[in-house]
């Protein structure tokens, strides 16, 4: 049966801190990785990683997919307390563009 | 970015009636919509997947009789919670994904519809 399972299901820092999130994937026909940001209602698109090794960045976040090792870790630098929130991997399936998500990881940054 | 727009936010029923929430897409052509549950504290579970023009295909476990959903336009697809029983009380969150450059391949999401039912 296909799975996603994300690590750890919650962590508390503190601002300032560097945090790593992991996600690892068992998936039939596997296209890609995506990784949402889950505030309080909807999830909010992050990146989507394809290719092995080639690390993903957008100001103080970052994520690279191992296809190899069927695992993604998305790290976020200098946290700050809006970065509190749920966040979710998802993989994509190669057709239908359906996604199976992870549980999700939850994040408070504490000032 | 691609805005998906989702209505109402939040809906209190009665057992018995039916309920339709609607999902928008506002800048993009969706030519594929995905529903999904949320349960407090758990991951997005899949239950339909509409493409525009055609009959949805559900997923395993979910009553398509009781989850009726209708795409019949590339921005526009309805989930109508027919008979509402206080078990059907959830989160729901409707997504869009299309073939333009923004939205291929990615699923962006509605603000969800809390459905309380009493």
């Known amino acids: 049966e296909d799975k996603v399972v994300q690590s750890p299901l919650s962590l508390v820092v503190h601002e300032g801190d560097t945090v790593t999130l992991n996600c690892s994937y068992e998936?039939?026909?596997?296209?890609?990785l995506l990784w949402y940001k889950q505030e309080k209602k909807a999830p909010t698109f992050l990146f989507m990683l394809?290719?092995?090794?080639i690390e993903k960045k957008s100001g103080r976040l970052s994520s690279i997919l191992d296809k190899k090792e069927l695992f993604s870790i998305l790290n976020i630098t200098a946290t700050q307390t809006g970065d509190s929130a749920i966040y979710l991997c998802?993989?994509?399936?190669?057709?239908?563009?359906?996604?199976?998500f992870g549980q999700g990881t939850e994040l408070s940054v504490k000032p | 970015g691609a805005v998906v727009s989702q209505h109402p936010s939040w809906v209190i029923c009665k057992s018995g009636t039916s309920v339709k929430i609607e999902c928008r897409s506002l800048?993009?052509?969706?030519?594929?919509m995905f529903w999904y549950r949320q349960f407090p504290k758990q991951s997005l579970m899949l239950m339909a997947t509409?493409?525009?023009?055609?009959?949805?295909?559900?997923e395993q476990g979910v009553e398509k009789d009781k989850f009726l959903i209708n795409h019949a336009s590339l921005t526009l697809s309805t989930l109508t919670v027919t008979s509402a029983h206080p078990e059907d009380s959830s989160f729901y969150i409707c997504?869009?994904?299309?073939?333009?450059?923004?939205?291929?391949?990615?699923?962006?999401f509605g603000a969800g519809t809390r459905l309380s039912v009493l």
């Open positions: 997504s869009a994904s299309g073939t333009d450059k923004l939205a291929k391949n990615i699923q962006y």
């Open positions: 998936v039939t026909n596997f296209r890609s």
């Open positions: 800048d993009f052509q969706a030519t594929t």
């Open positions: 998802a993989a994509l399936y190669n057709q239908g563009g359906k996604l199976i």
């Open positions: 509409s493409n525009e023009g055609s009959k949805a295909t559900y």
């Open positions: 394809t290719s092995s090794g």
